[in-house]
C-alpha cells in the first residue's frame, strides 16, 4: 500500500504508542491524510486527548484509541482483532511504542557490593512488544489483496534508534533493544517480502519525545526536528522498492543505513544456506 495506492477506502493504520512523543507526530501525519488511526497505547489521559485534538484539526480522518500494553500478547491480539473487525483491514502498522531506560541503566551500576537484577522493563516493551507488534501485523496485512500497481499488501515500520547502531554507553539495554529491531527487521524483510508486506525501521536521533527522564535534557542536545521523521515515514511508505531497510532521522536528513559487509564469501554462502534450508 501506498500514498498513490489505487485503493479507494481510506487506508487503516495502527500506531502503538501513537498517544505521546513520536507516536503523535505519526498520527498526526496519517490524520493529516485522511486515514484511519487506531492509537494503541497505555497512556489513556492523553490517548483520548490526542484523539479530540487531533481529530479536530483533522475532520476528514478518524481516530480511536484503545489502552493496550504492548507486552501483553492477549492485550494486543485483542487490539488488532478488534481494529481489523471495526475497520475491515489493517494497513499499516507503526510498531512505535517504546520506554527509555529513565536515568541511571541497572546495567551500569559496576560498583555495587552485591549485583542488583538488571531492570527489563525497557527490552520487553522496545523489543518483545515490537516482536508482538509485528507478528500480529502481519497477521492482519496479509489478509488484503495486493495492491494491483505495486503488489504490496501493506507496511510495517519500527521505531529503533541510532543507539542501535552507535554505541550508547549511558542506557546498554535501551541500545540492545533497539539493536535487537534492526536486526528483526533486517531478517524479516525477505520473509515478509515473500507475501507481498513490506518492513521497515526507523533510526532516529535526537527529537523530542517523553522518552527521556527530563525535558532539561533536550537543552544540551542537538536536536532533529519532527519534520524530518515525518520525512522519512513518508519515504518508507510511499515508496514500494523498500523493504528491509533501516532509515537513519537525523537532522534535515534520512539515511537508509545498509547492513555491514559479509567479511567474506564463506559467511555469505553460510547465511544464504540457512535462508534456503529454512531453519537454523
Request: charged share 20%.
Amino acid at each position: 500500500m501506498t500514498d498513490n495506492s489505487t485503493q479507494t477506502r481510506p487506508l487503516s493504520v495502527i500506531v502503538t504508542g501513537g498517544s505521546s512523543g513520536l507516536g503523535v507526530t505519526m498520527t498526526k501525519y496519517f490524520a493529516s491524510l485522511g486515514y484511519i488511526v487506531s492509537i494503541l497505547d497505555v497512556n489513556t489521559s492523553l490517548g483520548h486527548k490526542v484523539v479530540t485534538d487531533i481529530g479536530t484539526e483533522y475532520p476528514q480522518s478518524t481516530i480511536s484509541f484503545k489502552r493496550v500494553d504492548v507486552t501483553s500478547w492477549s492485550d494486543l491480539a485483542t487490539a488488532f482483532r478488534e481494529v481489523y473487525q471495526s475497520r475491515g483491514a489493517v494497513d499499516i502498522v507503526m510498531a512505535n511504542a517504546g520506554i527509555s531506560e529513565q536515568g541511571a541503566s541497572s546495567l551500569t551500576l559496576v560498583d555495587e557490593d552485591e549485583p542488583s537484577q538488571p531492570r527489563l522493563r525497557t527490552l520487553d516493551v522496545n523489543l518483545t512488544g515490537v516482536i508482538y507488534t509485528v507478528k500480529l501485523g502481519a497477521h492482519y496485512i496479509k489478509k488484503n489483496q495486493p495492491d494491483p500497481t505495486t503488489g504490496s499488501r501493506g507496511t510495517i515500520i519500527c521505531t529503533a534508534s541510532n543507539a542501535g547502531l552507535y554505541p550508547f554507553p549511558v542506557a546498554p539495554i535501551y541500545a540492545a533493544s533497539k539493536a535487537g529491531v534492526i536486526g528483526l527487521v533486517r531478517s524479516l524483510a525477505r520473509v515478509l517480502e515473500r507475501v507481498n508486506i513490506r518492513i521497515n525501521a526507523l533510526a532516529p536521533a535526537v527529537l523530542e519525545s517523553g522518552l527521556a527522564p527530563s525535558k532539561a535534557l533536550f537543552e544540551e542536545m542537538i536536536v532533529t526536528p519532527q519534520e524530518t521523521l515525518v520525512k522519512g515515514i513518508a519515504q518508507l511508505v510511499g515508496d514500494p522498492n523498500i523493504t528491509g531497510a533501516v532509515a537513519e532521522i537525523h537532522g534535515d536528513n534520512v539515511t537508509m543505513r545498509p547492513p555491514p559487509e559479509y567479511v567474506d564469501e564463506a559467511t555469505h554462502a553460510n547465511l544464504e544456506t540457512f535462508w534456503k534450508l529454512g531453519v537454523a
